[in-house]
């Protein structure tokens, strides 16, 4: 069982920083390709950013790139989110995903393991 707890969403200020963290309760953390995707009111949820599981790769959204940075670190099972210069367009409930082996897809059907999100609120 793969068990995903995000944390570090908080309501920040237009163009200040958050970085998310997703641990993962799972044997082989570096046998995962991992994502990050967020759900804004009203919206389907969508991909942010994500990482193949070799880590030899990331995509990110073309909303985000430039200003935001996905990374893990596979002695920590945790997988990160730099956030920098927050937009309030950047508001949504931010969501980690998991899949063995993952070549780093941007579609969310292409994830089996998801965490219970963490809230960002960008104000202006």
Excluded: H
């Excluded at 570096?30 to 950013?49: C, I, L, N, T, Y």
């Excluded at 945790?78 to 210069?85: G, S």
């Excluded at 409930?93 to 070549?103: D, E």
Aim: aromatic letters at 12%; glycine letters at 12%; a positive charge.
């Amino acid at each position: 069982q793969v068990r995903l707890v995000e944390s570090g969403g908080a309501l920040v200020q237009a163009g200040g920083s958050l970085r998310l963290s997703c641990a993962a309760s799972v044997r082989t953390f570096s046998d995962f390709g991992m994502g990050w995707f967020r759900q804004a009111p009203g919206k389907e949820r969508e991909f942010v950013g994500v990482l193949n599981w070799i880590g030899s790769s990331t995509y990110y959204a073309d909303a985000v790139k430039g200003r935001f940075t996905i990374s893990r670190d596979n002695a920590k099972n945790t997988l990160y989110l730099q956030m920098n210069t927050l937009k309030p367009e950047d508001t949504a409930v931010y969501y980690c995903a998991a899949q063995p082996y993952g070549r780093g897809s941007r579609l969310t059907s292409e994830y089996s393991f998801w965490g219970q999100g963490t809230q960002v609120t960008v104000s202006s």
